[in-house]
């Protein structure tokens, strides 16, 4: 069936990068996530999409809440690294970082953030590898001006790479 | 339940800006669309959202196939305008622009287009004003290299608007 597909094609569409946090019971995650996306505006919703395999995944489909910190340009390789290369399964990534917890318990990252979202889960799919999250913003914080940091600005300004679960990733 | 919800949260979401197509029969029509997101590397899949009012809509639930041209940033606000601000019920947008058709019978637009891809509707979720199409990706195109539309791009450098029907759009 698929007879040419290039995966060159894929680094063509634009994303933003965001920290994507849940809570289950006293558990707290987090993960860096390319695909928060706005879906409706009446009532406000969001979709984001989160691989199987990780935490994360595990805490939004158990308390069917999660946070999205929108981080600027100013970030670290650190920061990423912490939230994009390790997984909460090892370390508690809450330890080193600033938050605030919000109205549905999760984790509001702060740092290198210039706003937050927090939504409640109305549906999902599963996608084999992946589940899309389709849930409604019950709160919003803004701290800050700046500008959103891109995944396009991550790969050629900060020589970023993809995390083997990320949608995107491609090993070749 | 929702009870601070500031939208200025959503500007700080990235997005690109996309030519979505689709037919049904002859009929042919596309329509600007700023959701288009790969959800899984295997199978390779994207997702689009789509109001429900829009003619592409009716064609895409129709046929189950899509193209999705990613244009650059050097488009003009008169191919914009034809793609996001007039409706396919009112005129035949492909009467004024270059376009091939494609293994799914969508027509690639060809005009400020750095790639497009095909693809087929494996499943679709009710978002209450849109659909979100989930499909497998069976072709792709790559015509030149540039730099990909933003939506950002298109409002802080080409003075865009947000049309009535995008998931973005907010009267007030």
């Given amino acids: ?52 395999k990780n935490m994360t995944h595990e805490l939004i489909s158990n308390s069917q809440v999660f946070a999205s910190s929108i981080i600027d340009e100013s970030v670290t390789m650190k920061f990423i690294g912490l939230f994009g290369f390790k997984s909460g ?34 549906s999902q799919i599963d996608l084999g590898t992946h589940t899309i999250f389709i849930a409604d913003v019950v709160n919003t914080e803004i701290f800050k001006e700046g500008s959103p940091l891109t995944y396009r600005f991550y790969h050629e300004h900060l020589r970023g790479k993809t995390p083997p679960n990320a949608p995107g990733y491609k090993s070749s």
Avoid at 7 to 36: A, P
Avoid at 90 to 119: C, H, R
């Fill in 89 to 122: 399964r090892d370390i508690n990534k809450f330890e080193s970082v600033k938050y605030k917890i919000g109205i549905t318990g999760s984790p509001m990252v702060l740092e290198y953030a210039l706003s937050a979202l927090e939504a409640r889960v109305v």
């Fill in 1 to 52: 069936m698929a007879n040419a597909i290039d995966f060159k094609v894929f680094r063509d569409l634009s994303y933003g990068l965001y920290i994507v946090t849940s809570k289950d019971g006293n558990r707290l995650n987090g993960q860096i996530v390319n695909t928060v996306i706005q879906v409706t505006s009446e009532p406000p919703r969001v979709a984001v999409i989160i691989n199987k």
